[in-house]
């Protein structure tokens, strides 16, 4: 704790010596009716745009923070009854420069010139919603808020795009149904315009968004005069029907190796009132979603991965907000899936496993999420799956038979998210977890807020949850048994600035569990971490920018209370005036390190077991070249030392991308890591006391571990509604035991010189193989045909063939899943249909 104390006294002496911030000029305009709405052409020179002021004098807020823009702006916006328009033009000196890189809609920063404009409707400083348009015509919305930016989200609105002599001008049309806003006759919105000019990787405001300051819509300007509008009848519907076709060589008596399924069902959007909207898919289709990158796990932890099914990724960002929902936990892997093999006493009768899902099926999800004109932002999310069984079969009689492995089981998400001034907030979250036939419940609800000084120079930030377990495992006398845990976070530092610093406390208990909803890969932990920062966002030298820290950090075990860890890490990253960036990282160990989880060993819920990792250190790095070349490069590498075991791990990774035009992007990643005498967990005996006068002989071992993970992707851009993306992986890990030992009471290990007689001292070689590929076209606004073909490979091959290229010629020639499927999604507003009607 001495380390902290000291370090936690230089960030305040360095406090007082920092220079305060120069005032920011808040700029402010106003918005002007119009009764003729113009025509989205791209070509905002109609009469009626003459009538607004336009909005000028943009600033850098990257390369050269704070100063002018390049390039020349006027942006003018107007409103009638039924939506916002933005004109845009965009001067430019050499207008042959101007990059016109296509790319998928939301598809994120590519080699074009941009446009955006940011609407903070409600005024609370903390969350914005973003529209953004390329030069080549692609559109990109997204809601910016305090948890990050929410690309995911989709709305439908217009845009067009056109060039001129003088640079290229851009029109925007976002209905009132795209947005949500209070009923106040007279309105007041943050706002903000954006321009990114490529060629410079120039981000440039109109109201300057100063990088040395936390937060993005806190730093908006303001649009008045907004009186008299409505918000429309918000109802949407978006029906789907999807075809798979589906070939695994099972060559089995009785199973199919051709499938095929039709399916159908549909998304619902519909606006409560003026703040709140309901979002609902009935009998969802996951089926296209991007393909899971599968491991080798030789961790005890568990694997996460990432959500790719729209419906979950769209419009969570509240339910995200306090890291306690992890919506992979819907749908996925039975509760007793695993468990089938170690039940035949429950049975009765010996058995052998003829079907057990994998999955189990979603019948419906739906969430409710706004925020008033107060800033009380309120989400609600509930889902329901159905009861997944696994078919058996007697060994005996031959008699089939079903085995409960996942119950009805009801999700639920609350989440209350109150704004407050200056750009803190308040936020209680509860999830609860409701499972039939028997089957234990889970509920966990978690408070934070974070609180910042008028200047959001100073950030306090607090948390604490509380998860509870209702009849999990064994109940005695009949009594409802409830198992408690908790956790809390106490962080408070300076955000703002050239120095910053954060203090940070972490605590969980050793019952602290969220899992059946949240993703925590363990608890029972302490943790304690200092570091100071000292950051230039303004070019000097050869730099652009330089971002610099220096900390500690320090772990021990809740409970029972003992030292597990100590880090001092050095962090610099940087880039230079020719757009390459590069990082680097420093961490010392400097002690002997305890790790409490990878024995896996527990009494009464406490590990009992500890393993000793020697002292050592760590270099990382990372280099990237500049992306406006036709040809980059990305870099990644580092390794890992420790002396008294003899211990080096070693990884590089190269990521070649070629822009060969504007129509057609390769990236391809491929990165290798070698452990070499890794120790890890070899397995347990537990028929008799050992020499040690321990209860279980807990195996460790030294191993060699290989990893090659490539990725090849490309994307064919037809035009701004069509694409064909390309995403192939193959991935090869192996671990190859070469010593073995008796883990010692004191976390020392003394050599076995034999195998230990447990599964987990067998060698592994796991490999995984995917393509996906997918054609996309957005025939209509919110409307999609998509056309996918996947093909996937999970094999296990002998230990023996560890060598990369017979192992992927081997992968290829296992068993393969090939999947094709073709889906289409149709948007219905119900404005529009109004509209048609009424015409």
Same mark, same amino acid.
């Given at each position: 704790?001495?380390?902290?104390?000291?370090?936690?006294?230089?960030?305040?002496?360095?406090?007082?010596?920092?220079?305060?911030?120069? =005032?920011?000029?808040?700029?402010?305009?106003?918005?002007?009716?119009?009764?003729?709405?113009?025509?989205?052409?791209?070509?905002?020179?109609?009469?009626?745009?003459?009538?607004?002021?336009?909005?000028?004098?943009?600033?850098?807020?990257?390369?050269?923070?704070?100063?002018?823009?390049?390039?020349?702006?006027?942006?003018?916006?107007? !409103?009638?009854?039924?939506?916002?328009?933005?004109?845009?033009?965009?001067?430019?000196?050499?207008?042959?420069?101007?990059?016109?890189?296509?790319?998928?809609?939301?598809?994120?920063?590519?080699?074009?010139?941009?446009?955006?404009?940011?609407?903070?409707?409600?005024?609370?400083?903390?969350?914005?919603?973003?529209?953004?348009?390329?030069?080549?015509?692609?559109?990109?919305?997204?809601?910016?808020?305090?948890?990050?930016?929410?690309?995911?989200?989709?709305?439908?609105?217009?845009?067009?795009?056109?060039?001129? #002599?003088?640079?290229?001008? $851009?029109?925007?049309?976002?209905?009132?149904?795209?947005?949500?806003?209070?009923?106040?006759?007279?309105?007041?919105?943050?706002?903000?315009?954006?321009?990114?000019?490529?060629?410079?990787?120039?981000?440039?405001?109109?109201?300057?968004?100063?990088?040395?300051?936390?937060?993005?819509?806190?730093?908006?300007?303001?649009?008045?005069?907004?009186?008299?509008?409505?918000?429309?009848?918000?109802?949407?519907?978006?029906?789907?029907?999807?075809?798979?076709?589906?070939?695994?060589?099972?060559?089995?008596?009785?199973?199919?190796?051709?499938?095929?399924?039709?399916?159908?069902?549909?998304?619902?959007?519909?606006?409560?009132?003026?703040?709140?909207?309901?979002?609902?898919?009935?009998?969802?289709?996951?089926?296209?979603?991007?393909?899971?990158?599968?491991?080798?796990?030789?961790? =005890?932890?568990?694997?996460?991965?990432?959500?790719?099914?729209?419906?979950?990724?769209?419009?969570?960002?509240?339910?995200?907000?306090?890291?306690?929902?992890?919506?992979?936990?819907?749908?996925?892997?039975?509760?007793?899936?695993?468990?089938?093999?170690?039940?035949?006493?429950?049975?009765?009768?010996?058995?052998?496993?003829?079907?057990? =899902?994998?999955?189990?099926?979603?019948?419906?999800?739906?969430?409710?999420?706004?925020?008033?004109?107060?800033?009380?932002?309120?989400?609600?999310?509930?889902?329901?799956?159905?009861?997944?069984?696994?078919?058996?079969? /007697?060994?005996?009689?031959?008699?089939?038979?079903?085995?409960?492995?996942?119950?009805?089981?009801?999700?639920?998400?609350?989440?209350?998210?109150?704004?407050?001034?200056?750009?803190? !907030?308040?936020?209680?979250?509860?999830?609860?977890?409701?499972?039939?036939?028997?089957?234990?419940?889970?509920?966990?609800?978690?408070?934070?807020?974070?609180?910042?000084?008028?200047?959001?120079?100073?950030?306090?930030?607090?948390?604490?949850?509380?998860?509870?377990?209702?009849?999990?495992?064994?109940?005695?006398?009949?009594?409802?048994? $409830?198992?408690?845990?908790?956790? !809390?976070?106490?962080?408070?530092?300076?955000?703002?600035?050239?120095?910053?610093?954060?203090?940070?406390?972490?605590?969980?208990?050793?019952?602290?569990?969220?899992?059946?909803l949240g993703y925590l890969s363990n608890n029972n932990v302490i943790q304690n971490e200092a570091n100071v920062r000292y950051n230039f966002?303004?070019?000097?030298?050869?730099?652009?920018?330089? !971002?610099?820290?220096?900390?500690?950090?320090?772990?021990?075990?809740?409970?029972?209370?003992?030292?597990?860890?100590?880090?001092?890490?050095?962090?610099?990253?940087?880039?230079?005036?020719?757009?390459?960036?590069?990082?680097?990282?420093?961490?010392?160990?400097?002690?002997?390190?305890?790790?409490?989880?990878?024995?896996?060993?527990?009494?009464?819920?406490?590990?009992?077991?500890?393993?000793?990792?020697?002292?050592?250190?760590?270099?990382?790095?990372?280099?990237?070249?500049?992306?406006?070349?036709?040809?980059?490069?990305?870099?990644?590498?580092?390794?890992?030392?420790?002396?008294?075991?003899?211990?080096?791990?070693?990884?590089?990774?190269?990521?070649?991308?070629?822009?060969?035009?504007?129509?057609?992007?390769?990236?391809? &990643?491929?990165?290798?890591?070698?452990?070499?005498?890794?120790?890890?967990?070899?397995?347990?005996?537990? /028929?008799?006391?050992?020499?040690?006068?321990?209860?279980?002989?807990?195996?460790?071992?030294?191993?060699?571990?290989?990893?090659?993970?490539?990725?090849?992707?490309?994307?064919?851009?037809?035009?701004?509604?069509?694409?064909?993306?390309?995403?192939?992986?193959?991935?090869?890990?192996?671990?190859?035991?070469?010593?073995?030992?008796?883990?010692? #009471?004191?976390?020392?290990?003394?050599?076995?010189?034999?195998?230990?007689?447990? =599964?987990?001292?067998?060698? &592994?070689?796991?490999?995984?193989?995917?393509?996906?590929?997918?054609?996309?076209?957005?025939?209509?606004?919110?409307?999609?045909?998509?056309?996918?073909?996947?093909?996937?490979?999970?094999?296990?091959?002998?230990?023996?063939?560890?060598?990369?290229?017979?192992?992927?010629?081997?992968?290829?020639?296992?068993?393969?899943?090939?999947?094709?499927?073709?889906?289409?999604?149709?948007?219905?507003?119900?404005?529009?249909?109004?509209?048609?009607?009424?015409?």
């Amino acid at each position: 704790m001495k380390h902290l104390c000291l370090l936690l006294l230089t960030c305040c002496c360095l406090t007082l010596i920092a220079h305060a911030q120069a =005032p920011k000029i808040t700029k402010q305009f106003t918005a002007v009716r119009t009764t003729a709405a113009p025509k989205i052409d791209g070509l905002p020179d109609e009469e009626i745009w003459k009538l607004a002021t336009p909005a000028i004098d943009f600033r850098q807020a990257v390369p050269d923070n704070g100063a002018p823009a390049r390039q020349r702006t006027e942006v003018r916006m107007l !409103y009638d009854d039924d939506a916002v328009y933005i004109g845009a033009m965009l001067f430019d000196t050499a207008p042959d420069s101007i990059l016109l890189q296509l790319s998928q809609r939301d598809g994120g920063q590519v080699n074009a010139d941009m446009f955006g404009v940011y609407f903070d409707t409600y005024m609370d400083k903390q969350n914005a919603l973003g529209f953004e348009v390329s030069a080549a015509g692609v559109q990109t919305d997204f809601k910016a808020t305090t948890n990050g930016d929410e690309r995911s989200w989709d709305a439908v609105w217009q845009s067009a795009v056109a060039r001129k #002599a003088q640079g290229w001008s $851009v029109e925007l049309r976002i209905p009132y149904s795209a947005i949500r806003f209070s009923n106040r006759e007279v309105q007041t919105w943050g706002i903000n315009f954006w321009r990114g000019v490529r060629r410079y990787r120039e981000d440039s405001f109109w109201n300057f968004i100063d990088s040395s300051v936390q937060g993005f819509a806190n730093q908006f300007g303001v649009v008045d005069g907004i009186k008299g509008i409505k918000a429309p009848l918000r109802l949407s519907v978006m029906p789907y029907l999807s075809a798979y076709a589906d070939h695994y060589p099972h060559n089995q008596e009785g199973k199919k190796n051709l499938t095929t399924t039709l399916n159908g069902g549909m998304d619902i959007k519909y606006g409560l009132n003026d703040a709140f909207t309901l979002d609902m898919t009935l009998v969802p289709d996951f089926g296209q979603a991007q393909s899971d990158a599968q491991v080798l796990n030789l961790s =005890p932890f568990e694997v996460r991965f990432n959500e790719n099914r729209q419906f979950f990724t769209e419009g969570t960002e509240l339910f995200n907000k306090a890291g306690l929902f992890y919506s992979r936990r819907i749908g996925a892997q039975p509760l007793h899936y695993n468990d089938l093999a170690y039940d035949e006493a429950r049975y009765g009768k010996k058995a052998e496993v003829l079907e057990n =899902p994998e999955k189990t099926s979603l019948v419906n999800a739906t969430k409710i999420s706004g925020r008033t004109s107060k800033g009380l932002g309120i989400g609600l999310f509930n889902a329901v799956t159905r009861n997944t069984y696994a078919t058996l079969k /007697s060994r005996d009689t031959q008699e089939e038979f079903k085995v409960l492995t996942d119950p009805v089981t009801n999700y639920n998400v609350l989440v209350l998210d109150q704004s407050l001034p200056n750009s803190s !907030y308040v936020t209680f979250t509860n999830t609860n977890v409701t499972r039939g036939h028997g089957f234990y419940n889970a509920n966990v609800t978690g408070l934070m807020t974070r609180l910042t000084n008028k200047k959001n120079s100073y950030a306090l930030e607090v948390a604490g949850n509380l998860s509870q377990h209702y009849n999990k495992g064994e109940v005695a006398g009949g009594k409802e048994k $409830v198992e408690l845990g908790h956790a !809390y976070e106490v962080e408070f530092g300076k955000t703002s600035g050239n120095f910053q610093f954060t203090v940070e406390h972490e605590s969980m208990n050793h019952t602290y569990d969220i899992n059946d909803l949240g993703y925590l890969s363990n608890n029972n932990v302490i943790q304690n971490e200092a570091n100071v920062r000292y950051n230039f966002y303004k070019p000097f030298w050869k730099f652009n920018s330089l !971002y610099n820290a220096l900390g500690v950090q320090h772990r021990m075990l809740y409970k029972p209370a003992s030292y597990a860890q100590m880090v001092y890490f050095f962090q610099t990253n940087a880039t230079t005036r020719k757009f390459l960036s590069f990082g680097l990282t420093l961490a010392l160990l400097p002690h002997n390190n305890y790790d409490y989880f990878e024995p896996r060993s527990y009494q009464n819920g406490l590990p009992d077991r500890k393993f000793r990792s020697p002292a050592g250190g760590e270099v990382s790095g990372y280099i990237s070249s500049d992306y406006r070349k036709k040809l980059a490069l990305d870099v990644n590498y580092g390794f890992y030392r420790s002396g008294e075991y003899d211990q080096f791990s070693g990884w590089l990774g190269l990521a070649p991308r070629v822009r060969v035009n504007d129509h057609l992007q390769i990236v391809y &990643r491929v990165n290798y890591n070698r452990s070499l005498r890794d120790f890890g967990y070899a397995g347990k005996d537990t /028929s008799s006391l050992n020499g040690n006068g321990l209860q279980d002989s807990i195996f460790f071992g030294a191993r060699t571990v290989n990893t090659v993970n490539n990725t090849l992707t490309g994307t064919y851009i037809f035009n701004a509604r069509t694409a064909l993306n390309l995403n192939m992986r193959h991935y090869w890990s192996s671990a190859t035991w070469q010593d073995y030992y008796l883990l010692l #009471a004191n976390g020392d290990i003394d050599p076995l010189g034999y195998r230990p007689p447990a =599964p987990g001292s067998n060698n &592994r070689n796991f490999n995984a193989f995917n393509i996906d590929l997918v054609y996309s076209w957005r025939f209509a606004p919110g409307s999609e045909l998509s056309v996918v073909w996947k093909n996937a490979i999970y094999n296990s091959i002998i230990p023996e063939q560890n060598l990369y290229f017979s192992n992927l010629r081997n992968t290829l020639q296992a068993k393969q899943l090939n999947s094709f499927s073709v889906k289409m999604l149709y948007y219905l507003d119900y404005q529009v249909i109004k509209h048609v009607l009424k015409s």
